[in-house]
């Protein structure tokens, strides 16, 4: 059922206007605006990546539009953490307005820094930490610390006039983390007593009952795999989890092996890890590619990216035998991640091909080798009653985990009317600790194809989809106009739909009495002939071959 929109009225001074413009809904292109007095505050601004049905799409964005004509008005742009769905569209914001500041933790700036370098944008950035608190314009901001899947994760505490909000980013409670840096429930506590006005959790793992396993468990795992790996390992997950790339050198050094790092994203994000200290790479474990062909097969590990499946990451390729290493019997591949909703297809086909290439596949459906790096709902029940907030606004999540999260805070005493499972584009004023959707805005994909963005649309995609599906017909013709009497032609050629020719042999007699009637009744233009074209072919080729390919008819005046 498609939203009602509707415009929001003026915001009132001293009220505090929350709008979530990307990341309900989905999981991916996580980014929240906040304004009060005139002056503007983002959270995060992430990425999607592709499902199948948007074929040739690289990146989806979020939809700049309701700031677009607000950039003077942004104070700062905060990331919690440096995830893909986090960070990933920040060169496309700063392509409108290049001096917004950038608040982050360390990591967090250091892996966006490198992102902006490709992109030939140098930021101004302001690098904080867990128990720090800076004003920008009209906003009190507190940094607390997070757990998560990647180092240096924040939460942040927007205090302003109008109430104070609680934005978590992604999280969880792991008690025994690999850094030993928990979840500061003392500071969650301590604006539980203060009072929280609206609180903002990650939604990804609401529906799974209990709590998030540790990801101390996992090494053992990958240690016992590598161990028993007759030939090669190849290890994928994504390019910033460097707690898992941190696993993955331990395990090897456990069981004598070099590791080498595949794909650039990844060679790039744990050079920057290793650097600033968050990464330890054990003495001469890591090596480069080029030395590892004099090793024996039994003495490598391969750290790749690729493990949701993306058709040009590294592990793709291996299973396409499209890349330099070549993956066969006695290799043993080990997707180290959990499936992002909407990439099953993709990942399985993967699975599927290195299994065919006789590699022994292992994934978090055989394995404990991946847990995920987001609060289950045991976890989210104690922040609730933690927090008691006023408000909740549920973010970072398809509808079912949404929806789940608002069940939570509802079992503990949020009343239903104070939970809002909202869309992308919803409007909510704060103030006094009262919220309320003020109205709904219409935002949409923003998609990124190669060197465009934006200009690609939902009806683009509809025609990619239909040509890789249903094919196409094209029909060539010279005609008359004022009688309609073809010179040349119907000539009709046809790809992904029909070889032989002779098909269509029953449909030409057809379009060229279809122009001459078109003709007697008054039809003198191009384009109305090749509109009668169209019909008559799509017609035939509907009732006769049940398809629905696209027809692309070609009319001259000869």
């Known amino acids: 059922m498609p939203v009602k929109v509707f415009a929001p009225s003026p915001l009132k001074r001293g009220t505090l206007r929350v709008i979530p413009i990307g990341g309900l809904g989905e999981i991916g292109r996580n980014m929240t605006s906040y304004e009060i007095d005139g002056k503007i505050l983002i959270v995060d601004c992430g990425v999607l990546f592709p499902e199948e049905h948007q074929p040739g799409v690289d990146l989806i964005l979020p939809d700049f539009s309701p700031i677009r004509d607000r950039l003077a008005d942004i104070v700062g742009v905060v990331l919690t953490h440096g995830h893909e769905d986090h960070i990933g569209a ?28 490709e992109h030939r944008i140098k930021p101004y950035t302001l690098t904080v930490a867990e128990g720090q608190s800076e004003k920008l314009g009209p906003f009190d901001l507190e940094f607390i610390a997070v757990n998560h899947s990647i180092p240096d994760a924040l939460a942040v505490a927007i205090k302003t006039d109008a109430g ?18 928990i979840t500061d429930l003392r500071a969650f506590a301590r604006l539980g007593e203060v009072g929280v006005d609206l609180f903002l959790p990650d939604s990804t793992n609401a529906d799974v009952p209990g709590f998030t396993a540790n990801e101390r468990d996992i090494g053992p795992v990958l240690a016992a795999v590598i161990a028993k790996a007759p030939r090669r390992v190849i290890v994928a997950s994504f390019s910033s989890h460097v707690h898992r790339v941190q696993q993955v050198l331990d395990a ?8 080498v790092l595949m794909g650039r994203s990844m060679v790039r994000n744990m050079g920057i890890a290793a650097d600033l200290g968050y990464l330890k790479v054990p003495t001469g474990v890591l090596i480069d590619a080029k030395k590892a062909v004099d090793l024996p097969d039994e003495r490598l590990v391969y750290m790749s990216t690729g493990s949701q499946g993306e058709p040009m990451a590294v592990l793709a390729r291996m299973a396409n035998r499209e890349h330099q290493i070549e993956v066969g019997k006695g290799d043993t591949v080990i997707l180290a991640s959990s499936l992002i909703p909407g990439n099953e297809n993709a990942v399985y086909r993967v699975i599927n091909g290195l299994m065919k290439l006789g590699a022994n596949v292992v994934h978090k459906g055989n394995a404990k080798v991946h847990v995920s790096g987001h609060a289950s709902g045991g976890e989210l029940l104690y922040v609730y009653n933690i927090l008691k907030p006023k408000n ?17 805070a509802i079992q503990t005493g949020v009343p239903e009317e104070n ?19 003020v109205g709904q805005l219409d935002l949409g994909f ?14 683009d995609l509809k025609d990619r989809r239909i040509l890789s599906e249903e094919g196409f017909i094209s029909i060539f013709v010279a005609i008359d106009a004022q009688t309609g009497q073809v010179i040349v032609g119907p000539e009709i050629q046809a790809r992904g739909y029909a070889e032989d020719q002779e098909v269509f042999n029953t449909i030409r007699p057809q379009i060229i009495k279809a122009l001459q009637d078109a003709a007697a009744n008054g039809t003198r233009d191009t384009h109305g002939f090749a509109q009668v074209i169209r019909r008559t072919v799509g017609r035939w080729v509907n009732t006769q071959h049940r398809r629905r390919p696209m027809i692309i008819p070609v009319v001259i005046e000869a």
């Open 446 to 459: 923003v998609y990124v194809d190669g060197s465009s963005v934006g200009a690609i649309t939902d009806a």
């Open 392 to 408: 909740v606004l549920p973010v970072h999540g398809e509808q079912r985990h949404l929806v789940a999260n608002a069940n939570l």
């Open 419 to 437: 939970t809002f499972v909202v869309e992308d584009g919803t409007v909510i004023d704060l103030h006094d600790g009262y919220a309320a959707v």
């Open 164 to 181: 104070v909000v609680l934005h978590t980013g992604d999280f969880k409670m792991d008690q025994l983390p690999l850094d030993d840096r």
């Open 90 to 117: 920040v060169p496309y914001l700063l392509r409108l307005r290049d001096d917004i500041p950038l608040i982050g933790s360390t990591l967090t700036l250091a892996f966006i820094e490198a992102k902006l370098k």
């Open 252 to 259: 090897a050094a456990e069981n004598n092996r070099k590791v």
